[in-house]
């Protein structure tokens, strides 16, 4: 019967080795045991349950047609799979699933299968000749809440970051996504979460990833035929924090690789962690049923930090490194760096570089003459802060009123201008201009941007107020 069996799969293989190419042959049929043949019925082994996933996804029909004709249309395919070779005194413990190899869709339910890490499983972040133990997480050490300064502009994905990181996987943040722009702390946040999740529950298996490494070790595993053991590395963490998966974009075999990873965390219970540099909805080039999971959890933004968080950014670094800067100098790079956090801290590194080189105490005039060319190099944006400021002394209006609900013909006058400059001189959204003055939604920002360009064009009074404010704001 042995002989019988092996003999079927045999002739099986040849026919399918003719039609798919032969890495894929080598990856995912070579593995493959054949174990019995009963009523028509032939059964094989295979090493797990990703892998009779994949096979079912990529090669159903191709197997459909190869068991009919080998065995005529009574002939059925079942699957074997081994779960787990750590447990059970080392006897592999199995789990049936019988293929829709006649035509039939009756495939058998089953539940999460559980993998056990100390499994002979190579890990893709240990360096060839190197002995790894356990796990290495990956992590900065350095990025953590405490040094993760909160304000307006990320309070909602911090707060949902703190939440995670008490209760991986059990809240209703799974995945979490947090995305933003290029320099708005994306990975500090990320990385944060992993961090205190070690710190509470140092039995959790966490690992940080970027998606150009992931990527990376994908190709490598399908060049040393360890697919399954890559994949079987990444199901076996309890945590796991993707970084820019906006790299996936076009990479359709890695997308497929991670769906799969993807559901089999999210099924356990495990948490996934994925930062992005735009929400779901505008990510192009990734396949609609991995961004649809995407969206399964919450999708947090961090936007441009405003003046006072700029300041305690700086302030909380200069803490951290342990040095002092008067007040005007920090309010001066903070006004003058807004692009991102990154650029913010980097110029930062910069004064203190030129001043320890040069010798020199750190005063606003030393502060203007050091950071002159590398403000003019960061693409300079005005901040709405200092817009709202100027506006509102320019006509002697108090700034608490622009964001009140008064409908004083000078405070609106003054609230639509300051909306239309934030609009024009900065990259702030209309959201998030709205809710910078008062809370208000996106149409009152159009409307009031409308009112102002109407009235620039009718208005000569009006069109002066305006120019000789935005003169005021380039010469700040």
């Known amino acids: 019967m042995h002989n019988t069996c092996t003999q079927v799969w045999n002739d099986c293989l040849q026919i399918i080795k003719d039609n798919i190419p032969a890495q894929s042959f080598k990856t995912w049929f070579e593995p493959i045991v054949p174990l019995k043949l009963e009523d028509k019925v032939l059964t094989i082994q295979v090493p797990s349950l990703f892998f009779y996933e994949w096979l079912e996804e990529h090669y159903v029909s191709l197997l459909r047609r190869t ?12 699957y074997n799979i081994v779960v787990d070779q750590s447990s059970n005194g080392g006897l592999p413990y199995t789990t049936k699933m019988p293929s829709s190899g006649n035509g039939s869709e009756n495939k058998k339910q089953s539940m999460p299968v559980p993998v056990n890490i100390n499994r002979d499983i190579k890990n893709p972040f240990v360096i060839p000749g190197l002995k790894k133990i356990q796990v290495d997480p990956q992590l900065n050490p350095q990025y953590t809440f405490e040094n993760y300064v909160e304000g307006d502009c990320n309070r ?16 209703s943040f799974n995945p979490l996504m947090i995305y933003g722009p290029s320099g708005m702390g994306k ?19 966490v ?17 040393n035929n360890t697919i399954n053991d890559f994949v ?3 199901q076996a963490m309890d945590v796991i924090i993707m970084d820019d998966v906006h790299n996936f974009a076009g990479k359709e075999k890695t997308q497929d690789i991670f769906f799969h990873i993807f559901n089999h965390l999210h099924q356990s219970g495990k948490q996934i962690i994925i930062t992005s540099d735009k929400a779901p909805k505008d990510l192009s080039g ?9 969206k399964w959890g919450l999708s947090a933004d961090l936007q441009l930090p405003g003046l006072q968080t700029r300041i305690e950014i700086l302030k909380k670094k200069m803490y951290v490194d342990g040095i002092d800067l008067p007040e005007e100098v920090v309010e001066y790079v903070a006004n003058n760096i807004n692009n991102n956090v990154r650029e913010l801290e980097g110029a930062m590194v910069s004064l203190l570089a030129q001043s320890t080189l040069n010798k020199k105490e750190i005063d606003l005039h030393l502060a203007k003459s050091m950071l002159k060319n590398f403000i003019k190099n960061t693409s300079k944006e005005i901040s709405m802060e200092v817009i ?10 108090p700034m608490d009123l622009l964001k009140a609900s008064t409908r004083k013909r000078e405070v609106v006058q003054a609230r639509q201008i300051s909306m239309y400059l934030s609009k024009s001189m900065t990259r702030s959204s209309l959201k998030t201009i709205g809710a910078f003055f008062g809370g ?21 009074k009006f069109r002066t107020y305006v120019s000789d404010i935005e003169k005021k704001l380039k010469m700040n």
Do not use: W
């Open 156 to 171: 909602l994905a911090r707060s949902a970051g703190h939440a995670v990181a008490a209760k991986p996987g059990a809240t």
């Open 232 to 234: 079987n590395f990444y």
């Open 67 to 78: 068991v009919k004709l080998q065995m005529g249309d009574e002939g059925r395919l079942e």
């Open 440 to 460: 208000r939604d996106h149409s009152t920002v159009i409307y009031a941007c409308q009112t102002v360009e109407d009235l620039i064009q009718t208005d000569k």
């Open 388 to 397: 709202q400021k100027k506006v509102c002394e320019y006509f002697e209006v």
């Open 286 to 294: 990734l396949e609609e049923r991995l961004l649809s999971r995407f």
């Open 187 to 205: 990975t500090h946040l990320a990385q944060a979460i992993g961090n205190q999740i070690r710190q509470t529950l140092p039995d959790k298996l």
């Open 207 to 223: 690992i940080y990833v970027s998606c150009e490494k992931f990527c990376q070790q994908f190709v490598e595993s399908l060049k």
